[in-house]
């Protein structure tokens, strides 16, 4: 046998014999089925790792959004005494870098009424400039005008309520509290009208089918607060990073305050999710790592198929190294392209989720995503460069890993024991 010589590292001829071994023969069509199989799974597990992730990023940053964008980041009470300087409270906390807005607000429970329905609702008593100063709700308002609205006495309304009930802007509602005036009798309930004045749609089903807004004058008076307020809500710039900015605002309210965060009041919400988040990531890991199994499988069959074609190549002076690249490259082709197919499906299907949605659900007749369980009116998708890539990244190393045992045999085969029978 001449004496093998050792070869650039993946030659021409290393690719073209990989190229020939990709494009199976009619008897070798088996082995072209696992091939494509392998390939489709590669393909339908990236792609799915990147929807999935997508999707589960999209529900997170929606609600983060949704709930921190009506509900403040930071809550600041009054501890045992009225909260009767709510006006000099605010004006601190706005003087505090890294705030924007310091919302003085009433919240109170209370029974909703027209006369279609009746329904359970959730009260927040704001001032005009204290509602345009949350963008979720000014940016959303669908019929009426937060115009005048501490002058008009008047009440704003989700979308979802104001179906309901049936009522449009002009209308009246009634409110309902049960802790009304004291009696010799006892406890009587509060009632009082108002016209509504505005219908938001915050794009949260559970927001738009509770949340009422009143000017913070009345309800004061509604629920018999006189000039105090419940809590004053503040927003800051960098929601994720809080404790720098909570720490300047307790020196600057001083220890008759106490403070609350979002990351409290949710924080068994979003841990729930990020451990959902996470197994998904987990199980649908389990279809890249079958299709890089069946790279193997696809490869172990294609180098007993060609043991002739390989002992001929190491007469003719092939060294191992040889072998095993040209069996590298052809079982990391399958990995490598079916990557690259599955970021593109992944992120083509992201982009027109939604329509997709619609579509099935037009096609099936049933409600996909209904609002009323998920909370949200769409199906949200948001990708992640660093996420989408670790996913590229592990399907490209387990399919080049899945091919070096069976490039490593090929490479280690003997030429006699390989043409002793042919």
């Known amino acids: 046998m001449p004496e093998a010589v050792n070869p650039r590292a993946f030659a021409l001829f290393e690719w073209m014999l990989a190229r020939r071994y990709l494009r199976a023969r009619r008897k070798e069509g088996f082995i072209s089925v696992i091939a494509g199989f392998s390939f489709l799974g590669i393909t339908l597990g990236v ?32 501890i045992g005494e009225p909260f009767n300087d709510y006006n000099e409270t605010a004006r601190l906390m706005k003087s505090v870098p890294g705030v924007k807005v310091a919302l003085p607000l009433i919240e109170g429970q209370a029974m909703v009424q027209s006369e279609a329905q009746s329904l359970g609702g959730f009260v927040r008593g704001a001032t005009e400039d204290g509602i345009k100063s949350l963008p979720l709700v000014a940016d959303n308002v669908r019929f009426g005008t937060l115009e005048g609205f501490d002058q008009q006495g008047g009440i704003a309304i989700g979308m979802r309520m104001a179906n309901s009930l049936r009522v449009n802007v002009g209308d009246t509602v009634t409110l309902i509290s049960p802790r ?47 000039d105090q307020v419940d809590v004053v809500e503040v927003m800051v710039d960098r929601p994720d990073k809080l404790d720098e900015v909570m720490q300047r605002m307790r020196q600057a309210a001083g220890p008759a305050f106490y403070f609350s965060d979002w990351r409290k009041r949710n924080e068994t919400f979003f841990t729930v999710l990020e451990v959902e988040r996470n197994v998904m990531f987990i199980i649908l890991s389990l279809i890249v790592l079958v299709a890089a199994l069946n790279i193997i499988s696809g490869l172990m069959m294609l180098v007993k198929d060609k043991g002739r074609d390989i002992a001929i190549l190491r007469t003719m002076g092939a060294t191992k190294g040889a072998i095993m690249r040209v069996f590298l490259i052809t079982g990391a082709s399958i990995g490598v392209v079916g990557t690259i197919a599955g970021l593109i499906l992944g992120i083509l299907f992201c982009a027109r989720i939604d329509q997709i949605r619609l579509f099935v659900q037009r096609l099936t007749g049933t409600t996909l995503m209904d609002p009323t369980v998920y909370y949200l009116t769409k199906l949200p998708a948001d990708i992640d460069a660093h996420e989408t890539a670790s996913i590229v990244l592990m399907a490209l190393v387990l399919s080049v890993l899945a091919t070096l045992y069976p490039s490593w045999r090929a490479s280690r085969l003997d030429p006699v024991e390989a043409l002793r029978y042919e």
């Open 47 to 78: 792609a799915t790792l990147i929807i999935v992730m997508a999707v589960m990023n999209g529900f997170r940053n929606d609600l983060f959004e949704k709930i921190l964008g009506l509900n403040g980041h930071v809550w600041v009470q009054k």
């Open 180 to 226: 009304g005036a004291r009696t010799p009798f006892g406890v009587t309930p509060r009632t009082k009208s108002y016209l509504v004045t505005a219908i938001f749609e915050l794009g949260m089903s559970e927001y738009d089918k509770t949340m009422m807004f009143l000017p913070l004058g009345e309800a004061q008076r509604y629920f018999s607060r006189a």
